[in-house]
């Protein structure tokens, strides 16, 4: 089970957003993930119990320490284009 | 459809364009006022947010989202304002991707209902015919008319 968190400014628009797209794209992919979402305040003291975090491109900057620590970063740059969510995941090697 | 639905509410306005995205966002609220969703005090956290945060809130190409927090001061009720702009306001100088016309501005005072307001909203705008033929509308007829010709795909 890939533990998950999707991250925007404030936690209640494009975290949202992104949480309902990747949960489309795993499913899709048959791949098994909780997901949860918050503000990337508070999502960056999280980063590290996660295995992946997801967030818009311009905030990828943020999760700096938790990338050291072993979680992923995924930045999107268009949060609706599950096309740009496949790609990603595929190329984190999320589906292996 | 929540096209509909924002068109039924009275949250809608047109607009030709912006030299400041500020502008464009106290725009896209000026509906949401008028209707009793949101207060000044709201409208200048969602610009102090874009000040904060940059212009994330431009979610995919032309389409901006414009909010704050749930819950914020100056929230009454929960909503979504919608504003098209006939040209590009530039959130990003720089980035051309960062510019919108289609603006989506989010106030939320019930998680619940928000959250199923955002889930049409994304569904809807994940429709790139559905978004093209929106950058075209000038009117709630319009809008009403790509409603129309959409609400089947729901």
């Known amino acids: 089970m890939l533990k998950v968190i999707a991250a925007c400014g404030n936690g209640m628009g494009s975290s949202q957003i992104i949480k309902m797209k990747i949960n489309k794209v795993f499913k899709k992919l048959g791949i098994d993930a909780t997901i949860d979402h918050t503000s990337v305040g508070a999502a960056t003291s999280m980063a590290s119990n996660y295995d992946v975090v997801f967030v818009a491109q311009n905030f990828v900057g943020n999760f700096a320490s938790a990338a050291e620590k072993g979680t992923k970063i995924v930045g999107l740059k268009n949060l609706l284009s599950e096309q740009e969510i496949e790609e990603k995941i595929i190329e984190a090697g999320l589906d292996k | ?154």
């Not at chain 2, 030299?19 to 956290?45: F, M, Q, S, T």
């Not at chain 2, 603006?103 to 199923?116: G, K, R």
């Open chain 2, 1 to 154: 459809m929540i096209l509909k639905d924002l068109v039924d509410k009275k949250l809608t306005i047109y607009e030709e364009g912006f030299d400041d995205w500020k502008e464009a966002i106290r725009a896209n609220a000026i509906p949401l006022k008028k209707e009793g969703y949101i207060e000044d005090e709201y409208v200048d956290a969602v610009i102090a947010c874009v000040e904060k945060h940059g212009p994330y809130i431009v979610i995919a190409p032309n389409i901006a989202m414009p909010h704050s927090t749930e819950g914020a001061p100056g929230v009454n009720k929960t909503g979504i304002g919608f504003m098209k702009v006939e040209k590009p306001v530039h959130f990003d100088p720089e980035d051309p991707e960062k510019d919108a016309r289609l603006f989506f501005m989010l106030a939320s005072e019930n998680p619940e209902e928000h959250l199923n307001n955002l889930t049409q909203l994304a569904d809807v705008l994940s429709n790139d015919d559905l978004v093209n033929d929106l950058l075209d509308a000038k009117n709630d007829e319009d809008v009403l008319a790509v409603a129309e010709k959409y609400a089947t795909e729901e």
